[in-house]
């Protein structure tokens, strides 16, 4: 059964202290990706599928993460991500989807991220993260009603179809015509 931590309502407050929606933007001809913190990044590989985009890339200076891959789905409005972690900081989940839109232009693809997050243990279980972000960034003006009720079907609609495949996201994107491939999966 799905689990879901739906997190606080926000008090407008709380809402001062939110962080404006994350844009990252990745360019596969530069073989760079610049990070919601500005910093320009190199990248391994590159992958443009009909469906989407693959990136692999090591992640610099932090603690647990030590190589990222991600696929950006503009069709769902997520984006897949495989956190390796170092050794000593394993994490729990198998992936983490964050609910983002996706722009194509030039070739160069920049995402919007929605705050709401799946964790999915695959073929176990999932969990719904960061509803009170998203509720914050509401109540601040940071994103509109139209935007949060798309980030909000948006997962309703990933868990909905995890759910009902058996918590394998590789099982759901392949009733959508996509099938994705990783480094170490």
């Known amino acids: 059964m799905a689990r879901r931590r739906l997190g606080t309502v926000g008090r407008v407050s709380d809402a001062m202290h939110i962080h404006r929606p994350k844009i990252e933007i990745f360019d596969p001809t530069a073989a760079t990706n610049t990070d919601p913190k500005g910093f320009v990044r190199s990248v391994d590989e590159y992958r443009v599928e009909p469906f989407g985009l693959y990136m692999a890339r090591p992640v610099v200076g932090h603690g647990r993460i030590a190589y990222l891959e991600s696929w950006l789905l503009p069709q ?110």
């Open 76 to 185: 769902l409005g997520l984006r897949a991500n495989d956190f390796w972690h170092h050794p000593e900081n394993e994490r729990e989940n198998d992936l983490y989807l964050d609910v983002a839109d996706t722009v194509v232009e030039d070739g160069v693809w920049r995402t919007v991220d929605h705050y709401l997050d799946i964790a999915l243990w695959t073929g176990r279980k999932l969990e719904v993260l960061d509803a009170d972000e998203l509720t914050a960034a509401l109540l601040a003006g940071l994103v509109d009603g139209d935007t949060a009720q798309r980030a909000m079907q948006t997962t309703f609609r990933t868990v909905d179809g995890l759910a009902a495949h058996g918590y394998n996201l590789e099982t759901w994107l392949r009733t959508h015509g996509m099938a994705l491939t990783w480094r170490r999966r």
